[in-house]
């Protein structure tokens, strides 16, 4: 199976970002890409590269530029994970409800409704610390995907013509593209590969970004 990685940063040097500095240990197993002082949306991003790439690999992984990769064993994860799912994930959920606030795990019920799938490392602080947040079993399929690290089946993404939801820069475009996923058959699922993301997550709900962003989202999908 070959696969390639894919993220952009913000940053004008690529070299210092957490995905490159853990991706670089398995140069001699995959293939790496990336944008450096990208101001351009993710998803129209990612599917340049897809179109770009469409006949080079078998599945390309968008990753954000802030997690670590901590598997050595992702590329014989992602193929056996791919015998499953058209795109795999690290985080998700089922029985997605519409509604505000139009984050993927609230909309899946929260943690106290056994709706969550997946597990993801994140950092405590400056010491070194993690803590595994687990959200629920995996591998399973699920409905919707965290976009920290999102893994495509290119041939099976082209043959439904399904691409990233390129309405959403950044915010709301990773469970837009599920919901699209979705309605072209895809399989979404997510696998027990390690990462540690190195985010503190949404911290301001009210931020006018992210309210724009989810009353648009609500305003596409709120009837599926």
Request: charge should be positive; proline fraction near 3%.
């Amino acid at each position: 199976m070959k696969t390639a990685f894919y993220f952009a940063t913000r940053s004008n040097d690529h070299t210092i970002t957490s995905a490159f500095k853990s991706l670089s240990r398995l140069k001699d197993k995959i293939a790496i890409f990336y944008d450096s002082n990208n101001t351009v949306g993710l998803s129209k991003r990612y599917n340049q590269i897809i179109s770009k790439h469409k006949s080079d690999f078998d599945n390309i992984v968008f990753i954000h530029d802030d997690v670590y990769m901590d598997d050595l064993y992702v590329c014989e994860k992602l193929e056996r994970a791919h015998k499953d799912f058209d795109i795999v994930g690290l985080a998700g959920g089922v029985n997605p409800k519409i509604q505000k606030l139009a984050l993927w795990h609230l909309m899946c019920g929260g943690f106290n409704s056994n709706n969550l799938r997946g597990a993801v490392a994140h950092p405590i602080n400056e010491s070194g610390q993690i803590f595994m947040t687990s959200f629920g079993p995996t591998p399973a399929r699920v409905a919707l995907l965290d976009g920290l690290f999102l893994s495509v089946d290119i041939r099976k993404a082209n043959s439904v013509g399904w691409k990233f939801n390129e309405n959403y820069t950044f915010h709301h475009y990773d469970i837009a593209s599920s919901i699209d996923a979705n309605n072209k058959k895809l399989k979404l699922g997510v696998a027990p590969i390690w990462v540690v993301h190195k985010s503190p997550g949404l911290l301001n709900t009210n931020d006018k970004l992210f309210t724009d962003s989810q009353d648009k989202f609500i305003e596409e999908y709120s009837k599926h």
